[in-house]
């Protein structure tokens, strides 16, 4: 369990020599990261580690005795089929940045690890993923990271398109329309957008925040669409989302406008404070004449709305911790059930 360099070109003898912390079984294999400094090794045991030879410091570990479930992917590794065996080989593909590895059971495991080019990367979102929708028009798993969208077969789990660069800075919140055909995205510059949920392309700007944009809803019922956005900025604006068809009247054929109008913005939050959370109750007893609207932020309130009437229509108490999640119980009578939960694990349930 020891790795040894050499400079071929004025050393005798090593130029390093250390144990490696962590390999506590035998090495059985070696690969060099094409144009990086980075060095992989792995052991009899699974554990694969990935070094920086410039300070020889171990940067990154992976794989172990605990590998992800048959034809899964991800950072960890995926099998593909039965328990993890002890290596006997390992072999780096630099194009996929992704380490294919032999078991003394025959078996072949992937692995992929991170790198600095998140491009490389092309099973794995390397950057956090921001939200995953599951959009049954397709039959897929969308995922945001960074500034890209990935779609998956919800099926095998397996990759099948990347829209890349679909907003001009990094994706901080999105869903997906009540009939999957839109994805909306609002982004760290503030920035509202639509976009066609097959190709990524531009359909809809909304007005902007001031700061990042926290969570987006598309609620769908009486007169046409709806968005809501909230920020850091402690807005909360409601948008319709107009569609104008042809006239019966017209002697030409027209295609449908779509126009998004703000038709309410709320400042409700304590001034400094942003809005992190946003949550829509179902129609109450089924009647659409009564949806309400919750708002949490950083200063542990948490707002209601009448979103019929688009207006304040109380609050609850003030909460000691900034709030990171609400929820709307399904109503089973006229009382809707709020649940909040706050940064310190504290859940809390509210009757309306």
Known sequence: ?????????AE?????????????????GLEVVRDTPQVITADIGGVMKLWDVRNFRCVQTFGGSSPAPAGTH?????????ALQEFNTICYMSKY????????SGQVLFYNYKTNVAEKADV??????T?????????NLMTVSGRHIRFWSAATGRPLRT???????EVTASVVSPNHKRIYIGNAKGQVTAHDVRSG???????????????????????????VSAGWDGVVRAHHIKISTQSATSDFPVPPTVTPTTMAEFRQHCEGSGVTCLAMSPPIDGNHKEVLLASGGEDGLCIIYDFVALKRAGRLAQLKHPLVALSWAQPTSAAPLLIAADRAGVISLWSM
């Open 97 to 104: 940045s992704r380490l294919a590895a032999g078991t003394s």
């Open 131 to 139: 939200s995953v929708e599951y959009c049954s028009e397709l039959g």
């Open 163 to 169: 829209v890349k660069n679909i907003s001009s800075s």
């Open 74 to 82: 991800g950072r960890g590794g995926a099998s593909v089929g039965g």
């Open 124 to 129: 794995t979102d390397i950057l956090g993923v």
């Open 201 to 227: 392309s531009l359909l809809l700007r909304f007005e902007s925040h001031e700061k990042d944009v926290s969570h987006i809803l598309a609620p769908e019922f009486g007169d046409g669409q709806w968005l």
């Open 12 to 28: 005798k003898e090593p130029i390093f020599r250390q144990e490696l912390t962590g390999h506590d079984r035998a090495l059985c």
């Open 1 to 9: 369990n020891h790795a040894l360099v050499w400079n071929p070109y």
